[in-house]
């Protein structure tokens, strides 16, 4: 079942969600070659503990990490550990905090050093992707609707989208109803009702869309070991259309 949130709710969440995007804010700044992204996890957790919220993270399905960094052919829920970023990777921080009894999730995707021409426009082509998703986030559209538009800007620039793994509801928990395709059918879904809060967050393959799992049972990877990027913001649906809360 998909919850409805209150407007009180959701003014929780909204404050919340700058808490988390002040912190990403500030791990961006810290992201570069020679750091370990065990270091950048320690950031992360005494930024939440700075800022009085909690890890929605660490301990959801065994997960022992408040930041998930995801490098290069990893697309998600990369465990920090002892690499060392160098120059030309990419990395995605993906960060949710509970805070006052409600969670909000974000992820970015950012270069470490220099990056190749390709691989910067699979960054920018995901970032515009969820600028294009939040924009058909609204009463009255579906939930397919979401996926269809990110779908068909994504392919259209010559890359695909990872159909085996999902945004999602967000709320009083980290994940929950519904599940959000980044591909689909127009019009097919839910209908999309004021009141709801959603994960969106497209993942885009440069090369097979197919994925794989890590040998530590965390990661989830392309299958051809091509690079991928990761946005996502969680986002309401108001009666004035889609308002993103993990933004400052």
């Not at 009180?8 to 020679?34: F, S």
């Not at 929950?176 to 809060?197: A, R, T």
Request: charged content about 25%.
């Amino acid at each position: 079942m998909v919850s409805i949130y209150t407007e009180k709710e959701i003014k929780i969440m909204r404050d919340g969600g700058k808490i988390l995007a002040k912190i990403l804010k500030l791990l961006t700044k810290k992201v570069k070659p020679g750091i370990t992204t065990a270091y950048l996890n320690k950031v992360a957790q005494d930024l939440i503990l700075k800022y009085k919220a909690q890890s929605s993270f660490k301990g959801f399905n065994n997960y022992p990490a408040a930041l998930c960094t995801s490098m290069n052919e990893e697309i998600v829920h990369a465990v920090p550990g002892e690499r060392i970023l160098k120059n030309g990777d990419i990395l995605t921080l993906d960060l949710g905090i509970k805070y006052k009894g409600f969670c909000t999730d974000a992820a970015v995707t950012l270069p470490v050093g220099k990056i190749d021409k390709k691989t910067k426009k699979l960054i920018n082509i995901t970032k515009k992707s969820l600028e294009i998703a939040i924009k058909h986030a609204k009463p009255g559209n579906h939930l397919e609707d979401i996926g269809w538009a990110i779908q068909g800007f994504v392919e259209k620039q010559g890359f695909n989208v990872i159909r085996e793994l999902v945004g999602h509801g967000v709320g009083k928990e980290v994940h929950e109803d519904p599940q959000i395709l980044n591909y689909g059918e127009k019009g097919q879904g839910i209908e999309l009702k004021q009141g709801m809060v959603l994960a969106l967050e497209p993942m885009v393959s440069m090369g097979d869309w197919r994925i794989k799992k890590s040998s530590d049972g965390f990661a989830y990877k392309t299958i051809d070991n091509s690079p991928s990027a990761h946005f996502e913001h969680t986002v309401a649906i108001t009666k004035k259309g889609p308002k993103i809360l993990t933004k400052t």
